[in-house]
Protein backbone atom coordinates (compact mmCIF):
# COMPACT_ATOMS: atom_id res chain seq x y z
CA UNK A 1 0.00 0.00 0.00
CA UNK A 2 0.87 3.68 -0.17
CA UNK A 3 2.79 5.85 2.69
CA UNK A 4 2.07 9.54 2.31
CA UNK A 5 3.98 12.78 4.02
CA UNK A 6 2.89 15.71 5.42
CA UNK A 7 4.98 18.55 7.08
CA UNK A 8 4.16 21.00 9.55
CA UNK A 9 6.35 23.81 11.24
CA UNK A 10 5.46 25.32 14.22
CA UNK A 11 7.47 28.94 15.32
CA UNK A 12 6.68 30.59 18.56
CA UNK A 13 4.39 30.06 21.51
CA UNK A 14 1.25 28.55 21.68
CA UNK A 15 -0.69 31.85 21.57
CA UNK A 16 1.50 33.67 19.71
CA UNK A 17 3.25 31.33 17.59
CA UNK A 18 2.11 30.63 13.83
CA UNK A 19 3.00 27.53 11.54
CA UNK A 20 2.62 26.00 8.34
CA UNK A 21 1.24 22.99 7.10
CA UNK A 22 2.27 21.55 3.97
CA UNK A 23 1.59 18.65 1.26
CA UNK A 24 0.89 17.46 -2.46
CA UNK A 25 -0.03 20.50 -3.83
CA UNK A 26 -1.26 22.48 -0.60
CA UNK A 27 0.45 24.75 2.05
CA UNK A 28 -1.23 27.30 4.08
CA UNK A 29 -0.92 28.86 7.68
CA UNK A 30 -2.26 27.89 10.98
CA UNK A 31 -2.67 29.81 14.42
CA UNK A 32 -3.91 29.38 17.60
CA UNK A 33 -6.90 31.76 16.52
CA UNK A 34 -7.81 29.78 13.55
CA UNK A 35 -7.41 26.26 15.48
CA UNK A 36 -9.55 27.46 18.99
CA UNK A 37 -11.23 30.69 17.99
CA UNK A 38 -11.49 32.45 14.65
CA UNK A 39 -9.03 33.48 12.62
CA UNK A 40 -7.53 33.07 9.18
CA UNK A 41 -5.72 29.82 8.15
CA UNK A 42 -6.35 25.94 8.73
CA UNK A 43 -6.19 23.91 11.49
CA UNK A 44 -5.45 20.14 12.34
CA UNK A 45 -9.50 19.49 12.56
CA UNK A 46 -10.12 21.04 9.27
CA UNK A 47 -7.68 18.32 7.39
CA UNK A 48 -9.15 15.78 9.50
CA UNK A 49 -12.56 16.63 8.20
CA UNK A 50 -11.57 16.65 4.97
CA UNK A 51 -9.47 13.17 4.53
CA UNK A 52 -12.53 12.15 6.55
CA UNK A 53 -15.45 13.13 4.25
CA UNK A 54 -12.87 12.58 1.26
CA UNK A 55 -12.23 8.92 2.24
CA UNK A 56 -15.93 7.98 2.98
CA UNK A 57 -16.88 8.99 -0.45
CA UNK A 58 -14.71 7.21 -1.69
CA UNK A 59 -15.15 3.95 0.22
CA UNK A 60 -18.97 4.37 0.04
CA UNK A 61 -18.66 5.04 -4.08
CA UNK A 62 -16.80 1.78 -3.92
CA UNK A 63 -19.30 -0.06 -2.07
CA UNK A 64 -22.09 1.37 -4.44
CA UNK A 65 -20.23 0.12 -7.41
CA UNK A 66 -19.70 -3.69 -5.35
CA UNK A 67 -23.53 -3.49 -6.13
CA UNK A 68 -23.03 -3.32 -10.00
CA UNK A 69 -24.26 0.14 -9.70
CA UNK A 70 -22.63 3.53 -10.80
CA UNK A 71 -23.09 6.40 -8.12
CA UNK A 72 -23.88 9.98 -10.21
CA UNK A 73 -21.94 11.60 -7.06
CA UNK A 74 -21.13 10.55 -3.21
CA UNK A 75 -20.94 14.67 -1.68
CA UNK A 76 -20.23 14.32 1.71
CA UNK A 77 -19.35 17.17 4.74
CA UNK A 78 -17.45 16.70 8.21
CA UNK A 79 -18.03 18.63 11.30
CA UNK A 80 -15.15 18.30 13.85
CA UNK A 81 -16.30 18.56 16.99
CA UNK A 82 -13.09 19.84 19.29
CA UNK A 83 -13.39 19.81 22.75
CA UNK A 84 -12.13 19.51 25.91
CA UNK A 85 -11.26 16.34 29.01
CA UNK A 86 -8.92 16.03 31.87
CA UNK A 87 -6.02 15.31 29.00
CA UNK A 88 -6.93 18.47 27.05
CA UNK A 89 -8.18 19.34 23.82
CA UNK A 90 -9.63 16.29 22.17
CA UNK A 91 -11.74 15.43 19.00
CA UNK A 92 -14.85 14.23 20.30
CA UNK A 93 -17.22 14.37 17.72
CA UNK A 94 -17.42 14.20 14.07
CA UNK A 95 -20.28 14.53 11.75
CA UNK A 96 -20.61 13.27 8.48
CA UNK A 97 -23.42 14.37 6.25
CA UNK A 98 -23.48 13.20 2.56
CA UNK A 99 -25.95 12.80 0.16
CA UNK A 100 -25.79 10.24 -3.01
CA UNK A 101 -27.37 10.28 -5.94
CA UNK A 102 -27.08 7.12 -7.21
CA UNK A 103 -30.19 5.31 -10.34
CA UNK A 104 -31.22 1.63 -9.01
CA UNK A 105 -30.24 1.96 -5.05
CA UNK A 106 -33.10 1.29 -3.08
CA UNK A 107 -33.38 3.06 0.25
CA UNK A 108 -32.54 -0.19 2.30
CA UNK A 109 -29.32 -0.52 0.43
CA UNK A 110 -28.19 2.53 0.65
CA UNK A 111 -28.76 2.41 4.40
CA UNK A 112 -26.40 -0.66 4.56
CA UNK A 113 -24.18 0.50 2.67
CA UNK A 114 -23.53 4.08 4.12
CA UNK A 115 -22.77 2.22 7.57
CA UNK A 116 -20.55 -0.23 6.44
CA UNK A 117 -18.33 3.18 4.83
CA UNK A 118 -18.60 4.48 8.01
CA UNK A 119 -17.26 1.87 9.81
CA UNK A 120 -14.81 0.60 7.34
CA UNK A 121 -13.27 3.33 5.57
CA UNK A 122 -9.46 4.14 6.62
CA UNK A 123 -10.25 7.48 8.34
CA UNK A 124 -13.04 6.18 10.30
CA UNK A 125 -11.20 3.42 11.58
CA UNK A 126 -8.64 6.21 12.64
CA UNK A 127 -10.88 8.14 14.18
CA UNK A 128 -12.68 5.71 16.09
CA UNK A 129 -12.39 7.31 19.55
CA UNK A 130 -14.34 9.85 18.18
CA UNK A 131 -18.10 9.62 17.94
CA UNK A 132 -18.38 9.74 13.92
CA UNK A 133 -22.60 10.40 13.50
CA UNK A 134 -24.04 9.73 10.43
CA UNK A 135 -26.62 11.54 8.27
CA UNK A 136 -26.78 10.02 4.71
CA UNK A 137 -29.71 10.91 2.06
CA UNK A 138 -30.24 9.32 -1.31
CA UNK A 139 -31.79 12.00 -3.83
Not at 49 to 72: D, Q, R, T, V
Not at 101 to 130: H, M, N
Amino acid sequence: MSVRTAKSQWNGTLKDGKGTMNFSNYSGPYTFKSRFEEGSGTNPEELVGAAHSGCYSMFLAALIGGEGLNPESVETTAKVHLGKDDIGPVVTTIELDCTVKCDGLSQEKFQELSVAAKQKCPISRLVAAADVKLNAVLL
